[in-house]
T-cell receptor, first 115, second 113 residues
Framework: NAGVTQTPKFQVLKTGQSMTLQCAQD?????MSWYRQDPGMGLRLIHY???????DQGEVPNGYNVSRSTTEDFPLRLLSAAPSQTSVYFC??????????????FGPGTRLTVT | AQSVTQPDIHITVSEGASLELRCNYS??????LFWYVQSPGQGLQLLLK??????LVQGIKGFEAEFKRSQSSFNLRKPSVHWSDAAEYFC???????????FGTGTRLQVTL
């Protein structure tokens, strides 16, 4: 099991460019999420998905787009990059047991710089 | 909406000393609580979690946490810190949806030898 994988590890963009951050998991988890991490702010939820074809907004969704066409993949699109989107991005996947318990597994992160 | 407060931004302890990292949460229902650790340049690793039952939860690497509903707290403890414990620690609260966690701002732990 590779777990949660993210590509690329590092990326530099110019303001106005678009790009897609890739996230994949091989654990057959139904839930997936994107967070961004900024100094002194912890991790904040951007978008999440409770299953293929179902996505919803988190705390800071503006400027980002997601889709979930398969259980395994949950790409995050930056439509027109801005310096405020300079951050470290983490993808996570999780499952839910019959008892309602769960655990999120995190990918290694993508460090994005927008100049 | 739920929220998490970690009042200590930075803590320094000596190796071998005990550790307590504070976490307070705000959530209207029974919370699901988590502690994660992040080493520099790495992703997040789950230390322990609380869903229900025994309020003292044991985790990996010798960590434990105690859920106190009356104080809305979920403090992380370790009786004897090792130099390798130096990292950033995040407390998080979850709702009934497994894909949504709300994180605190983190506590950076420095360990002196």
């Amino acid at each position: 099991n590779a777990g949660v994988t993210q590509t690329p590890k590092f990326q530099v963009l110019k303001t106005g460019q678009s790009m897609t951050l890739q996230c994949a998991q091989d654990m057959n988890h139904e839930y997936m999420s994107w967070y961004r991490q900024d100094p002194g702010m912890g991790l904040r939820l951007i978008h999440y998905s409770v299953g293929a074809g179902i996505t919803d907004q988190g705390e800071v969704p503006n400027g980002y787009n997601v889709s979930r066409s398969t259980t395994e993949d949950f790409p995050l699109r930056l439509l027109s990059a801005a310096p405020s989107q300079t951050s470290v991005y983490f993808c996570a996947s999780s499952y839910s047991t019959n008892f309602g318990t769960y655990e999120q597994y995190f990918g290694p992160g993508t460090r994005l710089t927008v100049t | 909406a739920q929220s998490v407060t970690q009042p200590d931004i930075h803590i320094t302890v000596s190796e071998g000393a005990s550790l307590e990292l504070r976490c307070n949460y705000s959530y209207g229902a029974t919370p699901y609580l988590f502690w994660y650790v992040q080493s520099p340049g790495q992703g997040l690793q789950l230390l322990l979690k609380y869903f229900s039952g025994d309020t003292l939860v044991q985790g990996i690497k010798g960590f434990e946490a105690e859920f106190k509903r009356s104080q809305s707290s979920f403090n992380l403890r370790k009786p004897s810190v090792h130099w390798s414990d130096a990292a950033e620690y995040f407390c998080a609260v979850g709702t009934g949806t497994a894909s949504k966690l709300t994180f605190g701002t983190g506590t950076r732990l420095q360990v002196t030898l």
